[in-house]
């Protein structure tokens, strides 16, 4: 299919786009079929635990699963999934041996840790946060590079014991290849607006999202780095989408 690159078709793209396709195979080229206009935004993830674990700090839940290889139980939403490749990524950077349970979704997920069956998660904020505020949840740390502005209390894991761990779902416009560069350049200007005013913060905010702004050139960088981070994951822990 002919897709127009004159600006008017544009594509909200998420972290999964970098996941893909490492995962599976693709009717599109991942870089060369888009032209990179902005990444808008990102949503950390929050690692938390039933308050049963006795750990109150991402360090002393590594050390408690180095003392029980493989008993404790992490709840997964989905293979391939944004939270999925997180939880990859902090059992191999943190050296740790864990069971991931995957669940069809979020909501039985969450409902199971806080019901005691598992014992621990990497999920999105807005899934859990009416849980770690009624103290039913214990949250240890969260994925991004810094401290996310919903949590803004709780370290972030990079900082607390993993150096240079990220693990977050980002929000990205892209068109077709072929756009030209003054319509990439006019979208991207509009797009800056939009992100600083207090209005789109506050929407953000709400969601559990926080702007989070690159340019065509930065964003494109970004996508490639991320694509051959989850590629490393993905073949190290051996992941594929077949139960």
Known sequence: MLISSDGYTLVLANGTQSIQPALQP???EPVKSFTPIAKIGIAALALVVHPSIPANSVKELISFSKR????????????GAMAHMATELFKIMADINLLI?????????????????????????ASVLPHIRSGRLKVLGT????????????????EAALAGYEAVNWYGIFAPA???PAIVDRLNRELRVILVSDEMKKMFLNDALEVDYLGPS??????ARDMEQWARVIKRANITLKE
Do not use: C, W
């Open 218 to 223: 930065e964003f494109g960088a970004f996508f």
């Open 26 to 28: 693709l009717p599109y």
């Open 101 to 125: 349970v995957q669940f069809k979704s979020a909501g039985p997920g969450v409902v199971d840790l806080v019901g005691g069956h598992s014992h621990a998660m990497v999920g999105t904020i």
């Open 68 to 79: 029980k290889p493989g008993e404790l139980n992490f709840v997964g939403t989905g293979r």
């Open 178 to 180: 072929g756009t030209s």
């Open 143 to 158: 994925s991004g590079t810094r401290r996310s502005v919903v949590l803004p209390d709780v370290p972030a894991i990079s």
